[in-house]
């Protein structure tokens, strides 16, 4: 009984110059996998994820420019008097150089709203398929929520400039991009 209690009583074990170090080798490479982690990382979210929260519809991020920063279209509401908002501005709200002075909103019409929804639910029902984009070519980044809020049925599609449908581009024309001198 003596002989099994010994084995109960912890005692710390000697630490050694060779534990430490082995330790400090660990802790080291444990931040440089953390640091590499970090900066493989997206720089924003990405459309899809964006989309999934709330009442959003649509999100269309716009091909890069020369300006500060890349700018996206979303469609959020219900199709309600007040549930129609369109907001446009950066898709990186992470950026330093963004704040609340960098989006731009208003209210949808009726016309308007009728006529996004009908293409998203066009696209949502029949999925378009569209050529590759070649690298480096710019292109729109379409992000559609189909089906309902809880359902988190989204879709995404990578749109060549010149295949975006007149209902989509009339979202991209109904704000001034906040980078625009007023």
Known sequence: MRRIASWLVLRPPARTKRDFIIFFIMVVIGVLIFL??????????TTTTQISHGDRKMVIRLPPTTAPF???????????????????????????AVSISSYNRRQLTVGEWAQMEAQREAWCADFPVFEPIPEGAPYYDVALRCGRVIDY???????????????FVMLIEALPSPQEAP
């Open 70 to 96: 890349q700018e996206e279209i979303l469609v959020a509401g219900t199709g309600e008097v007040q549930e129609r908002r369109i907001i446009r501005g950066p898709a990186d709200a992470g950026n330093p």
């Open 36 to 45: 590499v982690m970090m900066l493989m990382a997206p720089s924003f979210p």
């Open 153 to 167: 049925d989204t879709e995404q599609f990578l749109v060549p400039l010149d295949a975006l449908p007149d209902a």
